[in-house]
């Protein structure tokens, strides 16, 4: 009954910039942690960058400085700016929301379907 839906993603060239968004909908009662993860191919799933519901954020090392995550609460999304790109953050970007669900107190990680984003040398 819940649901995370990305958007944005593409193709671009090395120092560019793009930003992905996501859209978390259905029974929820709460979101805590929001977070951006990636995998490249052949690679693990990554940590890119997390929020909390005070706004504190954290980042991996490789996209300190390049990367920003946002989160909009009254909109239920999440938002990665993505800057100065590297061919080596090429991936499929992934959502995932910490949600507390109607009904519950529990907390669950929820992801969305993953977004493609490729940078080009």
């Known amino acids: 009954q819940v649901q995370l839906v990305e958007s944005g993603g593409g193709l671009v060239q090395a120092g560019g910039s793009l930003r992905v968004s996501c859209a978390a909908s259905g029974s929820i009662a709460s979101i805590n942690a929001m977070a951006w993860y990636r995998q490249a191919p052949g690679k693990q799933r990554e940590l890119v960058a997390a929020i909390r519901s005070d706004g504190t954020t954290n980042y991996a090392d490789s996209v300190k400085g390049r990367f920003t995550i946002s989160r909009d609460n009254a909109k239920n999304t999440v938002t990665l700016q993505m800057n100065s790109l590297k061919p080596e953050d090429t991936a499929i970007y992934y959502c995932?929301?910490?949600?507390?669900?109607?009904?519950?107190?529990?907390?669950?990680?929820?992801w969305g379907q993953g977004t493609q984003v490729t940078v080009s040398s």
């Open positions: 995932n929301m910490k949600i507390a669900r109607w009904g519950t107190l529990v907390s669950r990680d929820y």
